[in-house]
Structures are given as C-alpha cells and as structure tokens.
C-alpha cells in the first residue's frame, strides 16, 4: 500500500495517519515526521469521534495512535491493510494481547525521532516493532 515518491527510482513513500489523545501532540509528532525522507503525513487527528472513518477515507499504511486513543477509536475496527504503531507511555510494556492484526508494533512516547521514524518504516513493511527493539 506504499506509494512511489515522485521522482524516486524503486523507492516507497509511507502514508501515516497520527492519532493521539490530544491534537496538539498530534502536530508535534506530525511535524517530526514531515522531515523523515519516504514518509508522507496523510491526516493528523486528536482522536476525535469519526477517526475510523477518517482512517478508512485517506487509507494510510501505518496509524500512529496511543492507548486511550486506540481503545476508544481502533479497537473495534481498522482501515483494511492498515497497520497500527501504539505509542506507550515510558515505562508501560504494552500487553502482548494487543499484538496481531492490525498492531504491528509499540514504541515508547520517549523514543527519539530516529526511533521513531525507523518503527515507522519497519511496521510499513510487516515487521513486528515492540518497545524499540525487534523481538526475538
């Protein structure tokens, strides 16, 4: 679902949709990645109501959301071929329970924006990211 970056010879852009609890925290993270080469910000969100719907509308390759934003818009449901990178906050393993379709992954909210662009690239592709590190 990678799309062709304009002028790149077999290179790939990655849509990532940013939906975290508050809209302001959204931008933030939103403007870090705009300055991440082969990745294209397609909607930011602060986890309002119609996410879903906004998700299934730009169809994005990865959705980077936080728990309470997923637990309130993602868990009954996600843009068919989406996968989802959950931000934890430091400190908190994410449960293994959530890993599987359409969870590829988790990264702490203290990652660094290398981290976090490397998570990014890495859930697009089908790898399962979980705190910063490749399982095992």
Do not use: Y
């Amino acid at each position: 679902m990678t799309r062709p970056i304009a002028g790149g010879k077999g290179l790939t852009m990655i849509r990532v949709m940013v939906s975290m609890e508050g809209r302001l925290f959204s931008e933030g993270v939103a403007n870090l990645l705009d300055s991440a080469g082969g990745v294209e910000v397609a909607w930011v969100t602060g986890g309002e109501k119609d996410t879903v719907e906004k998700a299934r509308a730009v169809k994005p390759d990865v959705i980077l959301t936080d728990l309470k934003t997923f637990r309130r818009s993602f868990e009954g449901g996600c843009p068919e071929g989406a996968r989802i990178l959950l931000v934890a906050p430091s400190g908190e393993a994410v449960h293994p329970a959530f890993f599987g379709s359409p969870v590829s992954g988790s990264i702490p909210d203290s990652s660094c924006e290398l981290m976090l662009q490397t998570a990014i690239k890495a859930v697009a592709q089908g790898v399962l990211w979980t705190d910063g590190a490749l399982p095992a």
